[in-house]
């Protein structure tokens, strides 16, 4: 029981000296490979390099996942920025025109003709359509 314990202790012991010296050291020792071969001390090398290949290829994909979300983000972003600027483009020229007609000039000869009204209106869906057409050429709808 004693001889047990003791054995165990010593390996230990050993395991915890062989750690410091690899770690500690840059080179690795004939000493530290004969105490390796020598006492049976479990592979710490071998377990540690596996350990931080497996953190390096999880660190990769970890990476690689968040660079897949923030590109799907950039997409989702940029298709909310389309619909917004095709509603700018259409509604932009029609602004402009109504607030040229919102100034209440007395001098605007269109306003006391007959037509006046629906002549504008007609340039207005003509615009409209001429953007919705070069939108469609465009293959942006």
Not at 47 to 67: C, F, G
């Amino acid at each position: 029981m004693q001889q047990n314990i003791l054995c165990k202790t010593k390996r230990v012991i050993i395991s915890a000296l062989l750690f410091i010296v690899f770690f500690t050291s840059q080179a690795q020792t004939s000493k530290t490979e004969i105490l390796w071969d020598t006492y049976g001390v479990p592979h710490v090398k071998d377990q540690h390099l596996k350990i931080l290949t497996l953190y390096n290829q999880i660190l990769e994909e970890v990476n690689n996942l968040m660079n897949l979300y923030m590109s799907f983000s950039a997409q989702k972003t940029n298709d909310v920025m389309k619909v917004l600027t095709i509603f700018s483009v259409f509604f932009m020229p029609l602004t402009f025109i109504v607030g040229i007609y919102g100034m209440n000039f007395e001098f605007m000869p269109e306003l006391k003709q007959k037509w006046g009204y629906p002549v504008i209106l007609i340039v207005m869906a003509i615009v409209t359509g001429v953007i919705y057409q070069w939108f469609r050429r465009k293959k942006w709808l």
